[in-house]
């Protein structure tokens, strides 16, 4: 008889416990494996939704209870769209799966020999085991940036790129000393690849529409958004005739974009190139490079240049038939080169390896992963982006309403895709970004902190700044200012 998963394993708040249904063993119960999957991003999501109907218990684990839509991170930065416009409960999106169950937690450790993943208080034993921890930023060892610079790998991470933004305007329309006024309105962006792009065209849009409104005393040609790419051209990857497209476009909209410019250090208020020229601002964003979300040598991982782990073709880990590693954290190499971070590759591979383990479990043998190219999409701005999809290429008006189709499509949830809609047509029609509060991210109760707390810097990958931190770095440089 398989054990229904409503037979829960008890949680315990003290020592460690084990939350596997091993009662179930010890009644003579055929007992269903459990897959344990770390991370609900997109490779994480997709395997469980493979495993959901399947004949195992799936225990999925995050740091957060919601799933982020990545790809429009960027406009919670650019206060276009709200945090739960993009992301999604994990329970609800499982409310009609009773064998898939969430634990909201840490991973911890994983103990590849005992099969156990550790989270605070407790353990999760596993007979498979899918590893989808995603990404995190790569400073390539650039001084001051994982200090100074935002990033945007999480929705805490949007937020205070956000408040950053808005608190900028507020300082400089108080500012009466003229540099220091112009080093609050210049936003630096480092990096042209698919996410420096879209959110310095959101960004400018924001400045140029709604700010422009919200601070008239402000004179907005001091406002300078500033794109910094290491490459002699934008969007590497695509089509030459789209990154020019892409670089012109920019250029119109007001954006000084620098081809050839490397970044050599960050500090709280300038940002410095190698050769030797030097940029005053308050606000750096860093989208130039991530690598695997995995220390080097993390529970006895291989990893490569790109700190990601080497898996077999099946995507499963040389001498662990039972592991498998997706999405951003899998080194995977197809026709000799290696696959891209991007969403695609997190959902196709999250989706094999979830047949693979249905495979496993019904005798047959795992298969060999094949990666689908089905496109590339970024959008610079009102009716303009670019779009390599079925080897052609696309700019401008049809390429725009391609993306905006795309992903309205591919968002969780008909409400959100009806909330974003609605936003966006609200933006088209009155250039107006919805939302505009700078939100306090952190609450004093005088109770300690809470059960679900923003992780701290210990607990965040190298670089992330939180909004913790962010509002410190504020008070810190106010109090350098002589304004507290
Ligand atoms: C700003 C931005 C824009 C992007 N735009 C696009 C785009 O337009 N198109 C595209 O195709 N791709 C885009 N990408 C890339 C795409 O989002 C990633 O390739 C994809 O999310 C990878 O999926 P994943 O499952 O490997 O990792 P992720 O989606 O990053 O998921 C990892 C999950 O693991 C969790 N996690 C991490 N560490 C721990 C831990 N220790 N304990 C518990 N939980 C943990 C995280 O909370 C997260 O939910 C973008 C990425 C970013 C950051």
Not at 142 to 149: D, I, N, Q, R, T
Not at 301 to 310: D, F, H, I, Y
Request: with cysteine.
């Amino acid at each position: 008889m398989l054990l229904p998963f409503e037979n829960p394993p008890i949680l315990g708040s003290g020592g460690r416990q084990s939350l596997t249904d091993e009662k179930s063993m010890h009644e003579g119960h055929v007992r269903r494996p459990n897959v344990a999957i770390l991370g609900a991003g997109f490779g994480g999501l997709w395997a469980a939704r493979t495993l959901a109907d399947g004949p195992v218990n799936v225990s999925l684990i995050d740091r957060h209870n919601y799933h982020t839509f990545f790809p429009l991170l960027y406009q919670i930065g650019a206060a276009e769209l709200e945090p739960e416009e993009i992301s999604q409960p994990l329970r609800k999106i499982f409310w009609k799966r009773p064998n898939v169950r969430f634990f909201l937690g840490e991973v911890q450790d994983v103990d590849l020999s005992a099969k156990v993943v550790k989270i605070p208080g407790h353990e999760i034993r596993y007979d498979y085991l899918v590893v989808a921890l995603g990404s995190k930023p790569n400073f390539y060892g650039v001084p001051g940036l994982a200090e100074y610079a935002f990033t945007l790998k999480s929705l805490e991470q949007g937020i205070a790129l956000r408040n950053q933004i808005l608190t900028s305007f507020e300082r400089a329309a108080c500012e009466v000393e003229p540099e220091r006024q112009q080093a609050w309105l210049t936003f630096t962006i480092i990096g042209g690849g698919p996410t420096g792009v879209e959110f310095a065209g959101a960004l400018m849009e924001l400045i140029n529409g709604a700010l422009g409104r919200d601070f008239p005393h402000l004179d907005l040609k001091q406002v300078r958004v500033v794109l910094l790419e290491a490459s002699d051209h934008l969007l590497v990857g695509m089509p030459e005739e789209l990154s020019d497209y892409a670089q012109k476009r920019l250029t119109k909209m007001g954006i000084d974009v620098h081809l050839k410019s490397q970044v050599v250090k960050i500090t709280p208020r300038e940002v410095l190139m190698k050769d030797g020229t030097r940029i005053a601002s308050r606000t750096v964003i860093w989208t130039a490079g991530v690598q695997g979300n995995i220390s080097a040598g993390q529970w006895g991982l291989a990893t490569n240049r790109r700190n990601q782990v080497e898996v077999l073709p099946t995507l499963q880990l040389p001498g662990h038939p039972e592991v498998y590693i997706v999405g951003d954290l899998a080194g995977i190499q197809q026709d000799g080169h290696p696959l891209p971070m991007v969403a695609q590759v997190g959902i196709q591979t999250g989706t094999a390896a979830g047949r693979n383990i249905l495979r496993q479990l019904a005798g047959q043998p795992p298969l060999p992963f094949r990666y689908h190219d089905k496109g590339t999409l970024d959008v610079i701005g009102r009716n303009a982006a670019v779009a390599h999809i079925w080897h052609r290429a696309f700019q401008g008006f049809p390429a725009w309403l391609i993306w905006v189709w795309v992903h309205i499509f591919n968002l969780i949830g008909y409400r959100n895709r009806f909330l974003v809609l609605i936003d966006w047509a609200w933006d088209y029609l009155f250039s107006e970004h919805s939302v505009r509060l700078i939100v306090p991210t952190e609450i004093h109760t005088g109770r300690g902190p809470a059960a679900t707390e923003i992780p701290d810097k210990a607990d965040v990958p190298v670089g992330i700044v939180t909004p913790k931190e962010t509002a410190k770095e504020m008070i810190f440089l106010a109090e350098l200012d002589g304004k507290v």
